[in-house]
């Protein structure tokens, strides 16, 4: 008998594994280097920024009789230039994705088992795209929640074990870039990719209309998970923070703490994969139009082969992706919610989107993705 849980429980599983995923390892090392004061602010304008994003994203994707991703919905409302746009941003965004999430993955399971962390990793995005072949997105839903919900009790007893071994006096206060964790946050708390796959599972339960209280519950929560977990580490780590966390915490807590912490910890990037493979894969099939078993191909491996030709620094990838390709993401949304406002087309409506809102959101964007190219690519 196949496990199987209710529609709602489904859609917090494969939203909640994708937002709860990387990013909670890699923000410890991004706060060092920001600092605790500047990443306050900084998780905090993320938050505005990515809720507001997915908050207008469900509004289109809920108001839109035809399914699509982000790709098709650009095309239908923006036209064929904004519509190829954000297919080779979409692409780009989760191969980057899959691709941290593979990387991180073979560095727990070398914490755990010993070993080089590449080894592992291959072995990490075969074992995904064998699992991608044959499933769908109710049993990833389904698989996704008890996964995440041994994360988010794995994440809390490191951060209870941290708090207890560390002292206040080892929080980075002040740092060298007080922007570096925007990225990061941005990354750690965004989700829009998953939420056209929780729409189609609210549908087929009908319970469409929890759609707008999902993506609160499951965008805000985590900041909060978030900052207790970096102020615990920090706490015991200092300015020593290591890139996938474990490592620098090995030495505070000890091995088989840490080992146990790695293990689930590679549990939660494989769900992640899961759940954003499965999104990526319909990008290919309902907006690029490509057949079922290349579309699981690409979204399956190609990750993998860039793994195996391209060294990759995974921290700076993460910024990267958080304020160049999120970006676009969601200046793109900006644009469609706006269009379908003004022709009258959004019968239900998930945010105010008035005027204040619009003049917050789509600077901050822009500055994101400058920031990112000034001091990130050049």
């Given amino acids: 008998m196949i496990f199987r849980i209710s529609p709602f429980w489904e859609a917090i599983g494969i939203t909640g594994s994708v937002i709860i995923g990387s990013g909670i390892f890699i923000l410890p090392y991004a706060v060092s280097i920001s600092g605790l004061w500047a990443a306050l602010g900084m998780g905090a304008l993320a938050l505005f920024l990515v809720l507001s994003i997915h908050l207008a994203y469900g509004e289109i994707v809920s108001n839109t009789e035809e399914r699509h991703r982000l790709p098709g919905y650009a095309r239908l409302y923006l036209g064929k230039f904004a519509g190829n746009l ?72 490191i951060a209870f074990l941290s708090f207890k071994a560390g002292s206040f006096s080892n929080l980075p206060l002040s740092g060298r870039d007080p922007f570096f964790s925007f990225g990061v946050f941005v990354f750690a708390l965004a989700g829009l990719s998953i939420i056209a796959d929780a729409r189609e599972i609210f549908r087929r ?48 807590l000890g091995s088989r703490v840490i080992m146990a912490g790695a293990f689930i910890g590679a549990f939660s990037m494989f769900s992640s994969f899961l759940a954003l493979g499965y999104d990526l894969k319909k ?96």
Avoid: C
């Fill in 86 to 157: 954000s297919k080779a941003t979409e692409l780009l965004l989760f191969n980057a994705v899959l691709l941290t999430y593979g990387i991180l993955g073979g560095k727990f399971l070398s914490v755990v088992f010993g070993g080089n962390s590449t080894a592992w990793s291959l072995l990490f995005f075969a074992a995904a795209a064998l699992v991608l072949l044959y499933s769908h997105v109710e049993r990833i839903g389904s698989i996704n929640f008890l996964i995440m919900s041994v994360v988010i009790l794995m994440e809390l007893a």
């Fill in 205 to 252: 339960g009908n319970i469409e209309h929890k759609l707008k209280s999902v993506i609160i519950l499951i965008t805000s929560l985590p900041l909060l998970l978030y900052f207790i977990f970096i102020v615990s580490v920090l706490m015991a780590t200092g300015m020593d923070a290591t890139k996938d966390v474990f490592s620098g915490l090995a030495k505070v």
């Fill in 283 to 378: 990008i290919y099939e309902l907006d690029i139009a490509l057949p079922k078993l290349m579309s699981w191909a690409l979204a399956a491996l190609l990750p993998a082969a860039v793994f195996i030709l391209i060294r990759i620094d995974f921290v700076k990838l993460v910024s990267i992706v958080g304020g160049i390709f999120i970006a676009i993401d969601g200046i793109l949304v900006f644009f469609i919610l706006r269009k379908m406002r003004a022709q009258g087309l959004s019968r239900v409506k998930f945010l105010p989107f008035g005027f204040l809102q619009r003049a917050l959101l789509l600077p901050i964007l822009v500055l994101s993705i400058v920031y990112e190219i000034i001091y990130q690519i050049f």
